[in-house]
């Protein structure tokens, strides 16, 4: 089974930047749906961002659409967040997940990573 592993976040002031990446294990990235997911302390895991397994299409929420931009580098079994313009209310774990289906929802999603922290201060 896939296995899905985060990295990059950290601790940045509000109007900075960061790049999040996962990198997958095994060949079948490339078959796959790949999405961002956060979650804050006290909510639920609320959906970011999804790109197809192409690279070709993506998909942001309304709360970071023109600030954050999902990649794929299938060669290196490896998607991207860029997070630009970062606020306080961004903070949250950011989780990479794998589905074969084009869904917003964390059960749309069946192999998930530990997860990375990202903490926004103002």
């Known amino acids: 089974q896939m296995q899905l592993v985060e990295s990059g976040g950290g601790l940045v002031q509000a109007g900075g930047s960061l790049r999040l990446s996962c990198a997958a294990s095994?060949?079948?990235?490339?078959?796959?749906?790949m999405a961002w997911f956060r979650q804050a302390p006290g909510k639920e895991r609320e959906f970011v961002s999804r790109?197809?397994?192409?690279?070709?299409?993506?998909y942001y929420a309304d709360s970071v659409k023109g600030r954050f931009t999902i990649s794929r580098d299938n060669a290196k079994n490896t998607v991207y967040l860029q997070m630009n313009s970062l606020k306080p209310e961004d903070t949250a774990v950011y989780y990479c997940a794998a589905s074969f289906r084009n869904g917003v929802l964390p059960t749309d999603f069946g192999l998930w990573g530990q997860g990375t922290q990202v903490t926004v201060s103002s």
């Open positions: 790109i197809s397994w192409s690279g070709g299409s993506a």
């Open positions: 095994g060949r079948t990235f490339r078959t796959y749906v």
